[in-house]
């Protein structure tokens, strides 16, 4: 699962993101609030920590942006501003938790397994079902109709996103920032070859799921097509 922190300390950022790495989540950090929210409004992440006092834009107008396009991404609030009325202001701006500075790593991961428990809220460890297919990310293996097959790391991820995402386009931009992270030096080649890698698990385990290609934009999942 991929986070994204912003947050402008950067000893705590980096702090944080070696922390959360060594739990199992793939971790991308951002120092300014504009830039952070450009980045979350990408749909690659699937939880936002976002400190309160940023530069560029605060946490708090970061989070009604992110609301305001009806992104439902899960997000919690870093801040030293421990007040009722601080607290108030940012879960009201949208913010699903607030953990106030310092925090212990077992606290904030705490708060992760949490959020992930919520019925609509983003799952850690979930098998996801899609169609004939059922993807246990956890074990990089996806199940079809004809059995089951074993995919690489990156092919899990990306394939989770498009599973989660369903018949919708993903943009390359956005499948990019999802699989290497938004600072990653990838050729655009990478995801091209990782799709025709997809396609072929799809055919192994005899799916009538199919990656199609949409010009100039991405790729999306179909159910049937040629």
């Given at each position: ?43 690659a ?96 293996e ?49 995801l091209?070859r ?5 396609r ?27």
């Open positions: 699962m991929r986070l994204l922190m912003i947050e402008d300390d950067i000893a705590l950022s980096t702090a944080t993101k070696i922390s959360l790495e060594r739990a199992g989540y793939q971790v991308d950090l951002s120092p300014d609030g504009s830039e952070g929210l450009e980045l979350a409004l990408t749909g992440y699937d939880l936002l920590l976002v400190d309160r006092m940023l530069p560029g834009l605060n946490g708090t107008a970061v989070v009604s942006a992110i609301r305001m396009r009806e992104m439902t991404t899960p997000i919690i609030i870093l801040t030293a501003l421990d007040g009722i009325n601080d607290r108030v202001e940012g879960l009201d701006a949208g913010a699903d938790d607030y953990l106030t500075k310092p925090f212990a790593t077992q606290e904030l991961l705490a708060r992760l397994r949490a959020l992930s428990r919520r019925p609509s809220g983003w799952q850690h460890g979930k098998i996801i079902d899609w169609h004939d297919l059922s993807l246990m990310p956890w074990a990089n996806l199940h079809g109709p004809a059995g089951k097959c074993s995919i690489s790391k990156h092919e899990c991820d990306l394939l989770e996103t498009f599973l989660k995402a369903g018949g919708q386009t993903l943009p390359r931009a956005m499948l990019f920032a999802r699989i290497w992270g938004a600072y990653a030096d990838i050729e655009d080649g990478n091209d990782y799709v025709h890698f997809l072929r698990r799809l055919k192994t385990v005899g799916s009538s799921v199919t990656l199609k290609t949409v010009y100039g934009v991405g790729y999306r999942l179909e159910v049937g097509a040629c």
